[in-house]
């Protein structure tokens, strides 16, 4: 598998600036995260085809970033444990997914 350098080096030098941490263990974290995409990638399609999702979905922050919102009272489609490397320690955490029918644009302020 070919790995992204230049977005793992990116990655690991973010982490470095916020402080609190040495290079290498910034590093260290930026391999495990490149590492954990695919594997998160593949729960992820897995999770959804057993759920039967057509639509695209996005967690509620993924949607956020794009503009949108989850309309209130939404349950999610499906969830998913997903590997977080940024702590350094491979922990998992659950992820909510929700689909492009629960949710609506941010209304401009």
Do not use: C
Request: net charge positive; aromatic share 12%.
């Amino acid at each position: 598998m070919k790995y992204n350098l230049q977005g793992i080096m990116l990655a690991a030098w973010s982490n470095y600036r916020r402080g609190g941490i040495s290079f290498g263990e910034a590093l260290h974290r930026a391999w495990l995260s490149a590492k954990a995409e695919p594997i998160n990638a593949a729960r992820i399609e897995d999770a959804r085809q057993e759920a039967g999702v057509l639509e695209d979905t996005k967690t509620w922050s993924d949607w956020r970033k794009a503009g949108y919102e989850v309309i209130h009272g939404s349950k999610a489609l499906f969830g998913v444990d997903l590997i977080w490397g940024s702590k350094g320690d491979g922990a998992t955490y659950k992820a909510r997914f929700f689909g492009a029918s629960q949710v609506q644009a941010i209304a401009a302020q």
